[in-house]
């Protein structure tokens, strides 16, 4: 059974501290995984990857993957209170053309 | 950027009614839409596959009796939830796919909190 797994569920931050957000996954036929933040809405996207070792990058936010070991890292560096939100990770593939989710992380900066 | 529009955002009813969601692809076609619902502090939890012009493909575990739904047109897809009960009380989600490679191409809609009393 295809499945994506997000750690940790939760996570409380100060101001200015760094994290990371780990997503492992056993989809069949991977295509790509991909990054959402959601807040009180519907998900935003973020990155999306398909090769290993290639970071991706935007502003605070990197993320790279590695398909030998099936997960992905999504890192934030000085996080603000902007950026407290639901993380998803998704990965695309499996026996049917839909996206699989993960867990999700809940990500809590406070001040 | 393509936009997918719901409509309504936020809808309260009794329990025992109907309510009807609807998803709209603004400025393209959408092949296949999506619809998820998702429970408080979940992930998305995917419902079903809607396919413009044939029957939808509902996820194991998700009533098709229960949860209508119409893809009449490529910019059009409605969910409804028949006779709502306080369990079914959710925001649910669509998205569209513009073809090609799903990643690429799925937009999400904004949502729509279902409160049922």
């Known amino acids: 059974e295809d499945k994506v797994v997000q750690s940790p569920l939760s996570l409380v931050v100060h101001e200015g501290d760094t994290v990371t957000l780990n997503c492992s996954y056993e989809?069949?036929?991977?295509?790509?995984l991909l990054w959402y933040k959601q807040e009180k809405k519907a998900p935003t996207f973020l990155f999306m990857l398909?090769?290993?070792?290639i970071e991706k990058k935007s502003g605070r936010l990197s993320s790279i993957l590695d398909k030998k070991e099936l997960f992905s890292i999504l890192n934030i560096t000085a996080t603000q209170t902007g950026d407290s939100a639901v993380y998803l990770c998704?990965?695309?593939?499996?026996?049917?053309?839909?996206?699989?989710f993960g867990t999700g992380t809940l990500l809590a900066v406070q001040p | 950027g393509a936009v997918v529009s719901q409509h309504p955002s936020r809808v309260i009813c009794k329990s025992g009614t109907s309510v009807k969601i609807e998803c709209r692809s603004l400025?393209?076609?959408?092949?296949?839409m999506f619809w998820y619902r998702q429970f408080p502090k979940q992930s998305l939890m995917l419902m079903a596959t809607s396919n413009e012009g044939s029957k939808a493909t509902y996820e194991q575990g998700v009533e098709k009796d229960k949860f209508l739904i119409n893809h009449a047109s490529l910019t059009l897809s409605t969910l409804t939830v028949t006779s709502a009960h306080p369990e079914d009380s959710s925001f649910y989600i669509c998205?569209?796919?513009?073809?090609?490679?799903?990643?690429?191409?799925?937009?999400f809609g904004p949502g729509t909190r279902l409160l049922v009393l």
């Open positions: 398909t090769s290993s070792g």
């Open positions: 998704a990965v695309g593939g499996g026996a049917t053309n839909k996206l699989i």
């Open positions: 989809v069949t036929n991977f295509r790509s």
């Open positions: 998205s569209a796919n513009s073809g090609g490679r799903l990643e690429e191409t799925q937009y």
């Open positions: 400025d393209f076609q959408a092949t296949t």
